[in-house]
């Protein structure tokens, strides 16, 4: 039987999905859009359905909000701007390296996060936990290997790109965390919902901006496509709103450790969708992350 305490596993599985089903809308809209574009649609379409949300709850709980305090501020920003550096810098890799090696990198994030939530929050990690993210990570790292891809791990630039973008998503999930907990005097729900709201704001602000000075033409296209960057931003909004209630629940590093199941759900299409079959070490790799992950939600 699920407590509240243990809700966090399905909440990140649900966003894990949701988050899929956004990155497939939004490739769809990347090639009339270009990358930025498509990426703005997920905070500007995003925004309004994140009011409704906290709307619903506001309305269901009874909470009230007043300002956040002084510290919730710096962790709203840090959550918010280092998401955007982090798309920049995983874009900016996939440009000088493969678009699996760069996932390879991308998907130390969890350690990473590990790491940032310990020092920053004092997320308090058991040996045993931390061991169930090392091998979900290697997990995913092997199932990201393809033959003679060992090669690419071994220059110098895409390398430390990655893993800085790893770095910086890393620190956009304890960023978010740390707002959270930071949100007095309300449910775990209400402060997710408002730190939702707050950090799709300034996201939408930021790269609002951003292309109304570079790309202006981008942002009348992105208004112009409308009907299915609706669909694209709901998505988008329903998938953050349950990525975080699981950070108010819990460490950020055990989400972001659940959330490599996303892994095993593109394997799954592959295979059942598009017949691909499944090298050996894919099947090892899955295997380690099935095993990582059980040990996170078991223990």
Do not use: C
Not at 277 to 294: C, F, N, Q, T
């Amino acid at each position: 039987m699920l407590t509240i305490a243990s809700l966090w596993i399905p909440f990140t599985v649900i966003a894990a999905l949701g988050q899929v089903a956004r990155n497939a809308m939004q490739r769809s809209l990347t090639k009339p859009l270009g990358t930025w574009g498509a990426t703005n649609i997920r905070f500007l379409f995003g925004f309004p359905f994140s009011l409704l949300f906290l709307a619903a709850v506001l309305v269901v709980s009874g909470d009230r909000i007043g300002m956040p305090p002084t510290v919730f501020w710096p962790w709203l920003l840090l959550g918010a701007l280092s998401q955007i550096v982090a798309t920049g810098l995983m874009l900016l890799a996939m440009n000088d390296r493969s678009f699996v090696v760069t996932t390879a990198y991308l998907k130390t994030e969890a350690i990473q996060t590990a790491i940032f939530g310990f020092v920053f929050l004092g997320d308090h990690l058991t040996w045993l936990k931390v061991l169930a993210i090392v091998i979900a990570t290697i997990g995913v790292v092997v199932t990201a290997l393809r033959p003679g891809g060992e090669k690419s791990f071994a220059e110098l630039k895409p390398t430390i790109t990655g893993l800085v973008a790893a770095a910086a998503f890393a620190l956009s999930a304890v960023g978010f965390r740390g707002a959270i907990i930071n949100v007095p005097g309300v449910s775990f729900v209400t402060a997710a919902s408002f730190t939702l709201v707050l950090g799709l704001f300034v996201q939408t602000l930021v790269l609002t901006i951003y292309l109304l000075w570079r790309a202006p033409d981008v942002l009348r296209g992105i208004l112009g496509m409308w009907r299915p960057s609706m669909l694209a931003g709901f998505t988008g909004a329903f998938a953050s709103q349950f990525w975080f209630l699981a950070f108010a629940l819990t460490a950020a590093a055990n989400v972001r450790t659940l959330a490599l199941i996303e892994v095993l759900f593109a394997q799954a299409v592959a295979y059942y969708s598009f017949k691909q079959p499944i090298a050996p070490r894919e099947i090892v790799g899955i295997v380690l992350i099935v095993v990582g992950v059980a040990l996170l939600v078991g223990f």
